[in-house]
Nanobody, 125 residues
Framework: QVQLVEFGGGLVQAGGSLRLSCTAS????????MGWFGQAPGKGREFVSRVDWDGSSPSYADSVKGRFTASRDFGMNTASLQMDSLISGDAAIYFC??????????????????WGKGAKVTVSS
């Protein structure tokens, strides 16, 4: 049984920064891509970012490019999302996800096998 747990959500002022972390337990996800989806109030879950199993080839939603940085600590089975220059539109619950090698660079929620319970990010103006 794989569990993903997110850390680091909270309240931040617009223009500020926040770092989300995710720790996987249960079994090794060494060959899994890991990433993040966000769900704003009243909306569905949307792709934010993902990185390959070794932390390479990060990809991002257009709305966060240049502001968010995804990383992965392969040896520690963890992933992080550094969020800078936050805007009100970034407010959401952020879910850590993990997908098998076949996931590739998918941005589809259905392609990610494991999900955390989410961390809430609130951005005040």
């Amino acid at each position: 049984q794989v569990q993903l747990v997110e850390f680091g959500g909270g309240l931040v002022q617009a223009g500020g920064s926040l770092r989300l972390s995710c720790t996987a337990s249960g079994r090794s996800l060494s060959n899994y891509a890991m990433g993040w989806f966000g769900q704003a109030p009243g909306k569905g879950r949307e792709f934010v970012s993902r990185v390959d199993w070794d932390g390479s080839s990060p990809s991002y939603a257009d709305s966060v490019k240049g502001r968010f940085t995804a990383s992965r600590d392969f040896g520690m089975n963890t992933a992080s999302l550094q969020m800078d220059s936050l805007i009100s539109g970034d407010a959401a619950i952020y879910f850590c996800v993990a997908g098998p090698p076949a996931t590739g660079r998918s941005t589809d929620v259905l392609d990610y096998e494991y999900w955390g319970k989410g961390a809430k990010v609130t951005v005040s103006s």
